[in-house]
């Protein structure tokens, strides 16, 4: 079978619908998460420095977990279909669908984030005359990039991974090379599908994996350490060691 797989993908014919399929499904999943952001990042934002609606985060994520997705994609085709005309039908469910999908794990990690900030840097930011918004933004925020950008990396997997089912409405993507290998029972081109939506899904990880990795504050990660600080760190772990086992030969 893995014979079978690298010589599909080799394959010069398969070549250009990959690469127009590829881009296909990365357009869905980086339109649906975008707009996603724009709705959960606010008001995990809004939330977590309020306070207000703890409750509504819990329970919208908890539902929008457990909603079917694949049920959801045909309910609204066949609701919104017949008002709509040409791809829009097919298109419009499925960002739906993505975004519905995408907006429960950014929402709790943003609102994760800005809720355990250290009260001792919000009361030292008021301390020094800043307002509820430049305390949002001058200390939550940064201080919450890390949880924010574990939510949306999330959000991006299982939108990445999900986005298969735009084939199952007459869209393109990636899941096309499952629906139509399934069609025929091409095998190959059903496992080279799959393949292909994992190897999608871990780049795009990795790409904002880099992202966050140049954005967040160093001070925020631990990677601000010096050899200096890492030095002095080791050298008091020895001074303690030393201490203990002097007091416990004395003892």
Not at 208 to 219: D, E, Y
């Amino acid at each position: 079978m893995i014979n079978d797989i690298v010589s599909w993908l080799g394959e010069a014919a398969n070549r250009d619908d990959i690469i127009q399929r590829l881009g296909e499904h990365v357009g869905y999943a980086l339109l649906a998460t975008g707009i996603a952001a724009l709705i959960a990042i606010p008001a995990g934002m809004w939330i977590g420095h309020t306070g207000r609606g703890r409750f509504a985060v819990v329970n919208i994520s908890g539902f929008a977990r457990a909603i079917p997705t694949l049920g959801l994609l045909y309910f609204i085709v066949l609701w919104l279909g017949p008002n709509l005309s040409g791809d829009l039908a097919f298109l419009l469910p499925s960002l739906i669908v993505l975004i519905v999908l995408a907006i429960p794990p950014m929402l709790a990690g943003t609102y994760a984030g800005i809720d355990e900030v250290d009260p001792a840097a919000r009361d030292a930011a008021r301390g020094m005359g800043m307002r509820g918004s430049q305390v949002l933004f001058k200390v939550e925020i940064p201080c919450a990039l890390p949880l924010i950008f574990s939510g949306l990396r999330s959000a991006l997997l299982q939108v990445v991974a999900t986005a298969t089912i735009a084939a199952t409405a007459g869209l393109g993507g990636l899941g096309r090379f499952l629906i139509d290998g399934l069609s025929v029972r091409d095998y190959p081109q059903m496992a080279a599908g799959a393949v292909l939506v994992a190897a999608l899904a871990l780049a795009i990880d990795l790409v904002v994996a880099v992202i966050q990795r140049l954005v967040v504050s160093r001070g925020i990660t631990g990677r601000h350490r010096t050899r200096r600080d890492r030095a002095a760190v080791r050298s008091t772990d020895d001074s303690l060691s030393t201490t203990t086992v002097t007091v416990g030969t004395v003892n």
